[in-house]
C-alpha cells in the first residue's frame, strides 16, 4: 500500500480501522497544463508547483453575467470600494456558462471498489481556503461545494468532476503567493486516507510589443470649441490609422470623465491558464492606476468590465506618493527574454522614478506587480522629465532577429544635428515648426538659427542624451541588449515651456480660456497637472521644481506612439522645419523606422496631446493578444 500512496501522492491520514478499508483516493488536475486531466502525467508533482509543473487557477475578477451594479437602489454612483469589490468570485455562485469556462477542473479518480457506508470530503486547506471557491458537478448544474459537505459512497464510486476558482488576484505575495491547496478525503470504518493536489492563480501580466495589438483606447470628449472639434478629429483619426493597420475592432472610447490621457488611467493587462483542447483560457484584467482621485478609473467598471473583462485597483496608496510617477504611461514592458540562466517568458515590467528625490510609482502597486512572480519590475531614472514617465523616451519594438525585439529610443544628439545639417546648408531661416495656427493658440515663430542660438537648448538636449544613455546602460545590462539592436529616433527636448513655443508650461495651459485648453486644468491629466499633488508632499508644501524646469518633448516625440502592427507604427505628426517641401524630421524619422522593419504613418496630436506634455501613445491605450502561454512549454 505505501508504494501506491506513492505514486498518486496519497497520504494516510489515519488508519484506525481494517475492516471496508476504503481505497486510496486520487485527486486529479491538469498539472502538466496541457488543457485536459489524464493519467500519470497528471499526477507526478501534483502536491508541490514549480514553474514547470503544477495545476493553474484563474483570479475570477470579471463578470460573466454583468450582474455587478454601479449606482446603489437610490441611482447614485458607488464607491470606488463598492465598485471593485463585485465580479464573479464575489457571489460564490457559477454565473453562467461562460463563468464555469473560467473554472480549473478537477477530478476524483472512480474508486468503484469502494466500501458502502464510505464518504469523501473534498476541500481548500492552508491560506488559500479563504481565497478560493471550490464548486461540485452534480447533474449538470454546479454547486458551491462546503468544507463539510460529503461525496456519497456512489460518487466516490463513479467519480466527480470539480471546479475551482480565486477570488483574487494576488495582492502581496508576503501574505498569500496564490497558492491554492486541495485536499480530497476518503472515510469509512473509522478510517480516513487524503490526497493533496496544489494550484497556482495565474499572475496578472502586462502586454508586450510581441503581442499583436487587437484594440485601441482612447477618450473622446464632450467639450466644444477648438480643442474639442481637434480631439475628436483625433479619435476619427486613430480610427482611420487602426482599421488602415488591420486591427478589425473599432475603437473603444472613454466619454463619461473627459481625461485625455487613457494611456495614464489604466494599464492593460491578463491572466490566463490553459484550456481544452490545448487553447488558453484568457480573461482581460485592466489594472486602474494608483491614483485613487482620478475619477476616469472608475469608467473600467462601469462600461468595460464585463465577460472576460475584469478590473483590479490597489489599495493603501498614500498621500505623499508623487501623483504623475503612479500612472500607467509609467510602466511599460520588455518583451520575453533569457539572461544567464534567467527567463522572463513573459517580459519584464520597467517603470520610472525619480532619483534625485527617491520618489517612486506608490509602493501597493510595486508590491502588487511584484507580487505576481513573473515580471521582476525594473526602475529607471525619469528624474530629467517633468511628467516622469518612461513612454517619453523608450519603446520596445518587434524584430526578425534571433532575441525577436529591439529597443527605439529618442536621440537628441540626432535631432541637433538635423538642425546643424540645415543651418550649414543655408536654411538657417527656416521656421521650426511647420504646424498651422489654431483657431485660439498662436502657432511658433522661431526659426532654426534662432533655436541653435540658445546655449540653454544644446544645455537641455545634452542633459536628456546623458540621461538615455545612462537608462540604456541599466536595460544593456539587465537585458544582454548590444548597441546593434538599438533604434535610435531624432528627438528634441527642452526644460523651458517658453522656447517650445507651445505653451507647455502648467501655468500657461490653466490661462487658457474655456474654448482653449480648459480640459488641461480639468481633466487631472498629470502632463498637466504639475502643479498639484505631483509636487507637495504630505504636509501640502511644495516638495520639487516646477515641472517647467524639468524636461519635456520639444518636437513631438516620434518614440512616444503606437505600435499597431509588427510592421506598423504610428507616430505624432513632427511639424519640423519644412525644406524642399519636406519635413526634416518626418523624414529622419520615416527612415529609422523603415531600418527597422516598419511603415510609420503619423496623426496630428499638437494642439490636442503635445502641448500638454504628451503625445499619440499618452493619449491612447492598447488591448494585446494574450493566447500565447506565460507558462514554460516544451
Known sequence: MAGVL??????AVAATGTSATPQVPDLRADVNRDGSIEGATDTDGENTWTNRRGAIVLPNVDDDAKRCPVKDAQGRPLSDAKLARCNDASDAKVNGARDAADLARLKTVPLPQTPAGSHGTVKTVGTGAKKSHLFIKRE??????RPADRLTTKELRSGVELGIEATDVVRDARKWNGEVKVRFT??????????????????????????????????????????????????????????????????TTFTKYDDVWAQDFVEPAYASMPGPGGKQRVMRVLIRSAQPDRDAGRELFERLRGPDVGVVQVSGVRDNEEWTLNSMGNLETIPPYTLGGTSYPAGRIIQ?????????????????????????PLLLDTSWLSVGHVDEFIQFLPADTERGWRIGVADPAA?????RKAKRDGHGGEKMFSVPRSADIPAPKETIDQV??????????????????????ILK?????????????????????????????SRKLRRMGPDTLRQYSQLGGDHSRTDGRAERGADGRATRQAAASQNSAYIPGAVNGVLLSPTRYLAPQQWGPVIGGRDIFTESVNSVYAKAGFTTSYVDDWYTYHIGMGEVHCGTNTLRDATAPWWPTA
Request: net charge positive.
Open 352 to 376: 520610472g522614478y525619480r532619483a534625485d528625490t527617491g520618489s517612486k510609482p506608490a509602493k501597493a502597486m510595486r508590491t502588487f506587480l511584484s507580487s505576481q512572480g513573473a515580471q521582476a
Open 6 to 11: 506513492a505514486s498518486t501522492g496519497a497520504t
Open 477 to 505: 545590462r539587465e537585458t544582454g541588449i548590444t548597441d546593434a539592436e538599438i533604434v535610435k529616433v531624432p528627438g528634441l527636448y527642452t526644460r523651458d515651456g517658453d522656447e517650445r513655443g507651445n505653451l507647455s508650461g
Open 452 to 473: 541653435l542660438a540658445k546655449p540653454k537648448f544644446h544645455a537641455d538636449n545634452k542633459l536628456a542624451a546623458d540621461r538615455i544613455k545612462a537608462n540604456l546602460d
Open 415 to 419: 535631432g541637433v544635428e538635423l538642425l
Open 140 to 145: 449538470g448544474r454546479w454547486s458551491l461545494l
Open 186 to 251: 476518503v472515510t469509512g470504518s473509522g478510517t480516513s486516507r487524503s490526497d493533496d493536489v496544489v494550484l497556482r492563480t495565474a499572475p496578472v501580466l502586462t502586454h508586450h510589443h510581441l503581442q499583436r495589438a487587437e484594440e485601441l483606447l482612447v477618450t473622446k470628449v464632450s467639450g466644444g470649441g477648438a480643442y474639442g472639434r481637434a480631439q475628436r478629429k483625433f479619435v476619427k483619426d486613430l480610427a482611420e490609422q487602426a482599421k488602415d493597420a488591420g486591427i478589425s475592432k473599432p475603437l
